[in-house]
């Protein structure tokens, strides 16, 4: 069965992920959630909003995507927190991600925002990534 672009591109957002071995050092394995548990164990990464756009043209049917990744962290202090944002842009920024029914023209990082939580315990490192994408 063929998904539409957005959880194709969210699927290979999330094993590539998965499958980065600084990151999975970083955080231990199973630790990158689409929704996390009630409980999650810190730290830990979370696929979050999106959007998408229609980018189709007179010939191809496309697609821009605009998404947002949380890393989150208790180790006190934003060095954690801008550590992992660090590695997760490095693990997806122009990287060429295998899509299922879809083609990804491109993915960039664009913005990561560092900042401590409400209640100070948590740090949270928002990402917010671009893609393009066509129909294979």
């Given at each position: ?49 999106a959007q998408v756009l229609d980018w189709s043209t007179a010939t191809e049917t496309g697609a821009e995507h605009r998404l947002a990744l949380a890393c989150w962290s208790r180790q006190g202090g934003h060095g954690e927190a801008h550590a992992l944002a660090h590695l997760v842009q ?47």
């Open positions: 069965m063929s998904t539409g672009p957005a959880v194709a591109l969210r699927r290979a957002i999330h094993a590539a992920l998965a499958t980065d071995a600084a990151l999975t050092a970083a955080l231990g394995a199973g630790r990158i959630h689409d929704v996390p548990p009630a409980s999650p164990e810190f730290p830990y990464v979370t696929l979050g909003e490095q693990a997806l920024h122009d990287v060429p991600l295998a899509l299922d029914g879809h083609r990804l023209v491109n993915l960039r990082a664009s913005t990561a925002e560092i900042r401590r939580e409400p209640g100070g315990r948590t740090y949270r490192a928002l990402l917010r990534f671009r893609a393009v994408t066509e129909t294979d």
